[in-house]
């Protein structure tokens, strides 16, 4: 190779990185700075990517979409067009974005060729995947109806002692024809939703065993206005983050990848907080998976996404983790003693503009007074916020090595003897043996019900995070009332109490309460239940059919008014 193309790929970016923002980018003095270069300086940085592309051949057609792009912000439409056609005619023609740089020659007949190709190219590579994922569909409807048939089985047993052996010991036998790394599936929320997801299986997968599973969140929900038609593992590795791909594989683990929309998602609104919930009960019923091993992980949004079941919906996971991570339960209060059932593990960057690492500091701090169980891993060096998904550097391994590890040594327990519970809204009223079913926020608050927040600095420009802002805000908000409830049980007695609920229920399980003594119930000092209570066939029949839960079997639920002081 000569000489003058052997050029190291620090060297190129060095060289390419100050043209490429300029000509990418929408701020309007930018653009000024890039017009004042003058047509010498944009000539030069079509040089170097070609130099690029020729020191890189793996890399060639991006570099032509570089060399594209300025050629486009110098105005030569001849170059533009040029370069942009051989992206087109290349194997990188469905991902290369034509952005804004090339609204000037959207009425070139030239150019309204080349975007009719790309459409095309598109629209038969979606097709190819749609045709290529209906074998799976049916797939899908072979394993789900074999759980149906294990079900049917377990409905023919008639003592409720037998009846929980048996959930407790048996799984769905399934025939898996299928035995492909991955598996593209799709969640049904109502008759006009349908979101794919893609399903990971470890390395060796056994239909013997239960799995430890991970169900990791995509970041960037505001920007998802439709969802894809087919879960693809060719095209979204990048979009999840490949060391989740990665380190999942090593771990021996069942990896799913939920999409999402802005409407339907894991933040706000709150139309598709289910999601998520609905996805782990429907994968239970394909896969045997380990019911004290099922983690919820994600970056940046998806990240906050975790860190809101832990506070929202915590009961069929054992932990949390994210990755730059913005602490707040958007849709209400950030309740931030709920998370005292479970784990966070934490990952910050230093140059993040999602939250600061001072707030991380502060949150890790506070966390430990109330005795949460957290962790937060700092990584530094100007590490921005997509450093970690991005990158696949030694720093990162370690990151995710880390982070599992911690994952995979938390299992769940659903009968921990001391809970506490608050929610603004009674559709995210439970954890484990314990439901908020109505508030009552117009009485008095209890003196311990209180509410936890600071205040944030070091914020940073999300354009450019090296700059930190003079901006202080607080880390949560409260925009309702909410009601909370203490609870603990020993010795077959519960004791509650409770601020600004009024009414409240209690499940039980054989792990939980001895059923041949009689149960006692006290709520906020007063006796709301004495004598024996019998385990409801039914209701384990119906709870087993929803969740497919070989641990947390519950046969029987106590529903009770508070009563009046």
């Known amino acids: 190779m000569k000489k003058s193309i052997c050029l190291s790929a620090v060297t190129i970016i060095k060289i390419l990185l100050p043209l490429l923002c300029l000509a990418q980018s929408k701020n309007p003095a930018l653009d000024s700075m890039g017009a004042n270069m003058g047509r010498q300086n944009w000539e030069r940085a079509i040089h170097w990517a070609l130099k690029a592309a020729e020191a890189d051949p793996s890399e060639k057609y991006w570099r032509y979409l570089n060399a594209a792009i300025f050629a486009s912000r110098d105005h030569n439409a001849d170059l533009a067009i040029k370069y942009a056609a051989l992206v087109v005619d290349s194997e990188i023609a469905t991902n290369a974005g034509f952005g804004s740089s090339f609204d000037w020659l959207r009425k070139d007949s030239r150019w309204i060729q080349l975007m009719d190709r790309v459409a095309q190219l598109k629209e038969k590579e979606r097709q190819k995947r749609i045709q290529e994922s209906l074998p799976f569909r049916?797939?899908?409807?072979?394993?789900?109806?074999?759980?149906?048939?294990?079900?049917?089985?377990?409905?023919?047993?008639?003592?409720?002692?037998?009846?929980?052996?048996?959930?407790?010991?048996?799984?769905?036998?399934?025939?898996?024809?299928?035995?492909?790394?991955?598996?593209?599936?799709?969640?049904?929320?109502?008759?006009?939703?349908?979101?794919?997801?893609?399903?990971?299986?470890?390395?060796?997968?056994?239909?013997?065993?239960?799995?430890?599973?991970?169900?990791v969140l995509h970041g960037a929900v505001s920007r998802q206005t439709t969802l894809p038609d087919v879960a693809d593992s060719t095209r979204h590795i990048a979009f999840f983050g490949r060391p989740f791909f990665d380190r999942a594989y090593q771990s021996g683990m069942i990896a799913v990848f939920p999409y999402s929309t802005n409407r339907?998602?894991?933040?706000?609104?709150?139309?598709?907080?289910?999601?998520?919930?609905?996805?782990?009960?429907?994968?239970?019923?394909?896969?045997?998976?380990?019911?004290?091993?099922?983690?919820?992980?994600?970056?940046?949004?998806?990240?906050?996404?975790?860190?809101?079941?832990?506070?929202?919906?915590?009961?069929?996971?054992?932990?949390?983790?994210?990755?730059?991570?913005?602490?707040?339960?958007?849709?209400?209060?950030?309740?931030?003693?709920?998370?005292?059932?479970?784990?966070?593990?934490?990952?910050?960057?230093?140059?993040?503009?999602?939250?600061?690492?001072?707030?991380?500091?502060?949150?890790?701090?506070?966390?430990?007074?109330?005795?949460?169980?957290?962790?937060?891993?700092?990584?530094?060096?100007?590490?921005s916020h997509s450093f970690l998904v991005n990158s696949q550097d030694s720093t990162v391994v370690k990151v995710y090595e880390a982070l599992f590890n911690n994952l995979l040594a938390k299992k769940r327990n659903p009968f921990q003897p001391r809970l506490y519970w608050e929610c603004d809204n009674v559709r995210h009223g439970r954890v484990?043996?314990?439901?908020?079913?109505?508030?009552?926020?117009?009485?008095?608050?209890?003196?311990?019900?209180?509410?936890?927040?600071?205040?944030?600095?070091?914020?940073?420009?999300?354009?450019?995070?090296?700059?930190?802002?003079?901006?202080?805000?607080?880390?949560?908000?409260?925009?309702?009332?909410?009601?909370?409830?203490?609870?603990?049980?020993?010795?077959?007695?519960?004791?509650?109490?409770?601020?600004?609920?009024?009414?409240?229920?209690?499940?039980?399980?054989?792990?939980?309460?001895?059923?041949?003594?009689?149960?006692?119930?006290?709520?906020?000092?007063?006796?709301?239940?004495?004598?024996?209570?019998?385990?409801?066939?039914?209701?384990?029949?119906?709870?087993?059919?929803?969740?497919?839960?070989?641990?947390?079997?519950?046969?029987?639920?106590?529903?009770?008014?508070?009563?009046?002081k």
């Open 138 to 215: 049916d797939y899908q409807r072979e394993l789900l109806g074999q759980t149906e048939d294990h079900l049917g089985s377990l409905v023919n047993i008639p003592s409720v002692e037998e009846l929980y052996k048996a959930i407790q010991i048996t799984s769905p036998v399934h025939s898996y024809s299928h035995s492909g790394r991955f598996g593209y599936y799709w969640l049904t929320l109502s008759d006009s939703l349908e979101f794919p997801y893609l399903v990971q299986l470890p390395i060796n997968f056994d239909a013997r065993r239960r799995y430890p599973m991970v169900v």
């Open 264 to 383: 339907y998602n894991w933040m706000m609104p709150d139309d598709g907080f289910d999601l998520v919930p609905d996805l782990v009960r429907q994968v239970k019923k394909m896969y045997s998976i380990d019911d004290q091993r099922v983690y919820l992980a994600g970056h940046s949004n998806g990240a906050t996404g975790a860190f809101s079941y832990l506070l929202k919906q915590p009961g069929l996971f054992a932990g949390f983790a994210g990755l730059n991570n913005r602490p707040q339960v958007r849709t209400g209060g950030t309740f931030l003693l709920n998370g005292t059932n479970r784990s966070f593990y934490n990952v910050s960057t230093d140059n993040d503009y999602y939250f600061p690492i001072e707030g991380h500091r502060t949150l890790t701090n506070l966390t430990k007074q109330l005795n949460i169980d957290w962790v937060n891993q700092e990584v530094v060096g100007h590490r």
């Open 432 to 564: 484990d043996w314990l439901a908020i079913n109505e508030l009552d926020t117009l009485i008095k608050t209890a003196s311990w019900h209180t509410h936890q927040n600071f205040a944030v600095t070091g914020w940073r420009e999300v354009m450019n995070p090296e700059i930190i802002l003079d901006s202080t805000s607080q880390a949560f908000v409260f925009p309702r009332r909410s009601g909370a409830v203490k609870a603990y049980y020993s010795n077959n007695r519960f004791d509650l109490k409770t601020s600004r609920v009024k009414s409240v229920s209690i499940y039980l399980s054989p792990e939980m309460i001895d059923f041949k003594k009689p149960l006692a119930v006290v709520i906020n000092g007063i006796s709301v239940f004495n004598g024996n209570v019998s385990a409801d066939r039914e209701f384990v029949i119906d709870a087993y059919r929803q969740e497919t839960d070989h641990q947390a079997i519950w046969i029987k639920r106590l529903q009770f008014t508070v009563p009046k």
